[in-house]
């Protein structure tokens, strides 16, 4: 008996988003990377809490489709790219991010509702949210930046604004408090 209840359209494409969230989730990595080398530890902590939260989305995508009876494919991931050049170019590059990530999701939500596939179109709204949230944390990011003086922040400007995204929430726990059996 077949009990797959996905279009093997929106299982490869459900896959192949699960695949551009862990993608995200190394980008994040790379930039904290970035950040900690260039002394950033606030913002480098900022980033790899994201990068946890990027795979946790990753991994809502696995758990729908293996619940749906689908089985979804690990592909190859491809390089993050090169490191940013400033803060000012790591906040614009997640921006980016983000926005191309909705972009990914509207079309998956599109391809649901043409298929009439109900369940999938329900389960990709808590994503539509996210983004949104995502998008919007990103432009705080941006306007931080703006607001400490860019590119041209004083030290103490920019070692506040360090100090601030070091500690502040989000949805993923911080990434200092990871252990090797609480990652």
Not at 6 to 20: F, G, I, R, T, Y
Not at 54 to 74: C, T
């Amino acid at each position: 008996m077949d009990t797959k209840r996905l279009s093997a359209k929106l299982e490869k494409a459900l896959s192949a988003q699960m695949n551009v969230e862990d993608l995200q989730s190394h980008v994040y990595l790379s930039y904290g990377i970035w950040a900690s080398d260039e002394g950033y530890e606030g913002i480098a902590n900022f980033l790899f809490r994201h990068a946890q939260e990027e795979r946790d989305h990753a991994i809502k995508f696995m758990q729908y489709i293996l619940n749906r009876g689908g089985k979804p494919k690990v592909e190859a991931l491809p390089s993050p790219g090169k490191d940013p050049k400033s803060l000012t170019d790591c906040f614009n590059l997640v921006f980016q991010h983000e926005v191309d990530n909705t972009q990914k999701i509207y079309e998956l939500v599109d391809m649901a509702m043409a298929e009439k596939d109900w369940a999938t179109w329900n389960f990709l709204q808590w994503f539509v949210q996210e983004q949104i949230e995502e998008e919007t944390l990103a432009m705080d990011l941006i306007d931080k930046l703006k607001i400490a003086g860019g590119d041209r922040a004083t030290d103490e400007s920019l070692f506040n604004l360090d100090k601030t995204l070091g500690v502040m929430p989000d949805e993923a726990e911080s990434a200092r408090d990871a252990t090797g059996t609480n990652p």
